[in-house]
């Protein structure tokens, strides 16, 4: 006798599937079975398959959800409109807005074959030479995004880069409180100084919020397959971007791996090959950069407090969830450090 799908937590498979085959006739043929897929520390991911095809469905996390995180829609509506362009994306299948189905917001999208490199071991393996190129590759994608026109692809009023940065200082500071169940006065005084400090933005551009090595696939040919977790993206500072990108370089590994360590592969660029790169690419200058590597710490401090919330309510999925607490003060020290305030 056939066993019977489990539903994993988030999913409810029997209504699922229900919503596939009037939403998507024709697709699913077989009784869904879902796994899912760990690595991710915000938005819940699941590998999707009805014995003969394969889907991959996001949905936000269970219990605690942060005010304008976790937004299904953005997601869905950045991958679609670059689907034609040179930055590499799933294919989006459906966006359901409804909690109906699943009791939250959801979408699915096509199942793209390819690594997520979080380790160090299995990217050195690759050798340097091919490390050093996927590395390259890394910088040149995000370039290709930051060139992007969002008007040509539909997405002029995807965000409001007027006085980004002190909106995004001011959001997350507010994520932060809506998290907070501790003092954390390294963190406190990094905040401070970020709005003290506040740069000038260069031209805007399409902003993928959280572009790392591990956000991307990667093929068997080192090729870049898809960029994914679009959940932050908007229009605004590219830079943003760039200073996130060197600060997981500068702390790879770091929190017993709760970083990834991929980017400690020998022949890795190193954060000042990056920008220099990122620049030669775009012909745009990352000037002021420590302060866009201080604000990404500040960002990720912010993104761990809310994760380590929702551990301690029980409400996160898979492992590793139990070390979030260990991550904001080691950001907020290495934010203060790059400001040369520690």
């Not at 679609?80 to 359901?96: C, H």
């Not at 370039?143 to 969002?150: M, V």
């Not at 770091?254 to 690419?281: C, N, W």
């Not at 866009?292 to 029980?314: D, M, N, P, T, W």
């Amino acid at each position: 006798m056939a066993e019977t799908p489990v539903d994993p937590p988030g999913l409810d498979l029997t209504r699922l599937r229900s919503h596939l085959e009037r939403e998507l006739p024709g697709t699913v043929h077989g009784p869904l079975r879902a796994d899912l897929i760990e690595g991710g520390r915000s938005n819940l991911t699941y590998a999707l398959s009805d014995g003969a095809s394969r889907w991959v469905l996001r949905r936000p996390p269970l219990g605690h959800v942060l005010a304008t995180a976790h937004d299904m829609g953005r997601e869905y509506r950045v991958m679609t409109a670059l689907r034609d362009t040179g930055v590499p994306v799933p294919r989006t299948l459906l966006l359901d807005t409804d909690t109906d189905t699943l009791g939250a917001p959801w979408y699915l999208m096509e199942y793209v074959q390819g690594t997520a490199h979080r380790d160090a071991a299995p990217l050195a393996a690759l050798g340097e030479q091919r490390v050093r190129a996927l590395g390259q590759r890394l910088v040149d994608t995000l370039a290709g995004l930051h060139r992007i026109d969002p008007a040509a692809v539909g997405l002029a009023d995807f965000g409001h880069p007027d006085g980004y940065l002190e909106r995004q200082l001011r959001r997350w500071s507010k994520q932060l409180a809506a998290s907070r169940s501790r003092d954390l006065p390294d963190l406190d005084r990094l905040h401070d100084l970020l709005g003290r400090r506040l740069p000038v933005s260069p031209a805007p551009a399409l902003v993928h919020g959280d572009y790392r090595l591990d956000n991307v696939l990667v093929d068997e040919g080192d090729t870049i397959a898809a960029v994914l977790d679009w959940e932050m993206s908007t229009l605004g500072d590219p830079l943003t971007d760039v200073g996130l990108l060197v600060m997981y370089t500068e702390l790879a590994g770091v929190g017993g791996g709760i970083i990834p360590s991929a980017m400690t592969a020998p022949g890795f660029p190193k954060p000042d090959e990056i920008v220099s790169s990122y620049a030669d690419a775009t012909g745009r200058r990352a000037e002021d950069l420590d302060w866009y590597v201080a604000f990404a710490s500040f960002k990720l401090a912010a993104v761990a407090e809310g994760i380590h919330f929702r551990f301690r309510q029980g409400r996160t999925l898979g492992a590793g969830f139990e070390r979030a607490a260990e991550m904001a003060p080691i950001l907020a020290r290495h934010g203060l450090s790059t400001l040369k305030e520690n």
